[in-house]
């Protein structure tokens, strides 16, 4: 799946910020509430909420409500994809690289 | 080497958008000037430059002025950061995929 460049921005636009990134990196852990992902960071509930509707609007998460209770869980699929957008830039730019090698190698032997 | 939070926001913030995406996809296939650079995007010169200095700042790209002419090129290595930070994500969630796999196979056994 080919992913569209608004959502590609959307991505990495939401781990533009190390707050973010920490949701995330709690999330690998397992699902967790809204409470319990404000619990390491020194913010207001409005703001840990406001990085989770940044989170969810790039596919990175995912939230379920149950009665009270929202909880968020991890898109793995979506870092799938921004791997895969890193894995085609080192392969191509390794080739253009090789490719510079290659040349210079042949220059090198031509007399 | 460890990559600072402040450094990992400037470089996902300098992928999170399309034109700066397609400004270091044609640097991956060679170093090129800002004229070069900003052929394929309908934007003002300025408009170009602003992304470029995004890019700069992020460490994805280093540019040198020979003359009058500036010309931009693709720091590798800075994209392999960002390539360890996925995998290391990608690696430890599907370790909590395993654990979870496993104890779901355990409790299937239990009578």
Redesign the interface.
């Given at each position: 799946m080919i992913m569209e460049?608004?959502a590609?921005?959307?991505m990495?636009?939401a781990?533009?910020?190390?707050s973010r990134?920490g949701m995330?990196?709690r999330l690998?852990?397992?699902p967790a509430s809204v409470m319990e992902l404000a619990r390491p960071f020194s913010m207001t509930l409005p703001t840990v909420m406001k990085h989770l509707t940044v989170l969810e609007a790039s596919g990175l998460v995912h939230s379920e409500k149950n009665g009270r209770v929202r909880t968020y869980r991890?898109q793995?699929e979506a870092?799938?994809h921004?791997?895969r957008w890193?894995?085609e830039?080192?392969a191509?730019?390794n080739m253009?690289?090789d490719r510079l090698d290659h040349f210079l190698a042949e220059e090198e032997q031509t007399p």
């Open positions: 460049p608004a590609l921005d959307r990495f636009h781990l533009s910020d190390r990134r995330v990196d690998g852990r397992g991890l793995q870092l799938g921004l791997d890193i894995s830039r080192k191509s730019w253009s690289f």
